[in-house]
């Protein structure tokens, strides 16, 4: 980048940026302990903290450079609305599947995956008819509603950009000691019934594509969730076997792995990398 200022965009201006100085360790630990979170303190979000969180989306990454994400932040009373106008829209969703003869024609609808999980649809049949705002299930009372949405015409990465783009929004806010959480339920019932996002002020010509939620944690995590390591398959003539049996993925006693990669590459390694090792 030239220092003069000889580069211009009709963006604006190339703001000075230098890569911050995040160690490797620390780094995944951020990422390796974010969690979702679903019980928050009853406390706004100053509306400052609030707009500079989900503006980091404008530096998310997006296909062809289209910078097609737009945001919709809902606040105060409007979450409960948005959350009661959601529930009508599963307390619908429920009556039609109480209607067995309808069930040949929803077979090919998107209330297929409830058709063939019963347990499930008897649990959120009982989250719908207990929903009020002591039971929010789903928003679970945080102040504030997050919903990306892209324009209709950008069908192929429309979902994709907003899906990359909330993950920063939400990377961002633990950042700053937010906790945050994906609302599946709310995404689906917002971009399938239209009246829901128009209720909430979304232009005709975006789509919604994420909603999260975002609010001060009540809760502290102390350990990290327990998962499965992540199956990999290595591509290339240079990739030794055996690597996959050898990796673990960062448990809750904290393990740490470091890969050095004489022992699973080519000649074309640096001569300062050791084997491949575990340490903790």
């Known amino acids: 980048m030239c220092v003069v200022g000889a580069v211009r965009s009709l963006e604006g201006e190339f703001p000075r940026w230098q890569a911050p100085a995040i160690g490797r360790d620390a780094a995944r630990a951020f990422l390796a302990g974010r969690r979702s979170v679903r019980c928050f303190k009853p406390v706004e979000i100053e509306r400052e903290l ?4 989900v503006g980091i989306a404008a ?5 062809s450079n289209a910078q097609d994400v737009s945001a919709t932040i809902v606040t105060g009373d409007r979450v409960f609305e948005l959350a009661s106008l959601v529930n009508d829209y599963y307390r619908w969703l429920e009556s039609l599947l109480k209607r067995w003869y309808l069930w040949p024609v929803l077979w090919f609808t998107a209330a297929r995956g409830y058709l063939k999980r019963p347990a499930h649809v008897a649990t959120i049949r009982e989250r719908v008819q207990r929903f009020d705002r002591d039971h929010d299930w789903l928003f679970f009372g ?11 015409r950008h069908r192929m990465f429309g979902r994709t950009n907003c899906t990359i783009a909330a993950e920063r929004v939400m990377q961002y806010a633990a950042a700053v000691g937010l906790g945050s959480c994906w609302i599946g339920f709310a995404e689906v019932a917002i971009e399938r019934r239209r009246s829901i996002a128009q209720a909430m002020g979304i232009p005709e010509h975006l789509r919604p594509h994420a909603v ?3 609010g001060q944690p009540a809760v502290e995590y102390r350990r990290l969730p327990a998962r499965r390591p992540l199956p990999v398959s290595w591509v290339g003539a240079s990739i030794a076997g055996g690597v996959a049996k050898n990796a673990k993925a960062l448990a809750p006693g904290g393990l740490r792995r470091r890969f050095q990669w004489d022992d699973v590459c080519g000649n074309d390694t640096p001569t300062s990398a050791s084997s491949l090792r575990e340490t903790v």
């Open 59 to 63: 530096y998310a990454p997006t296909a």
């Open 142 to 152: 945080a102040p504030a509603v997050v919903v990306l949405s892209a324009p209709r």
């Open 50 to 53: 609030l707009a500079d969180v």
């Open 212 to 214: 999260f939620v975002l």
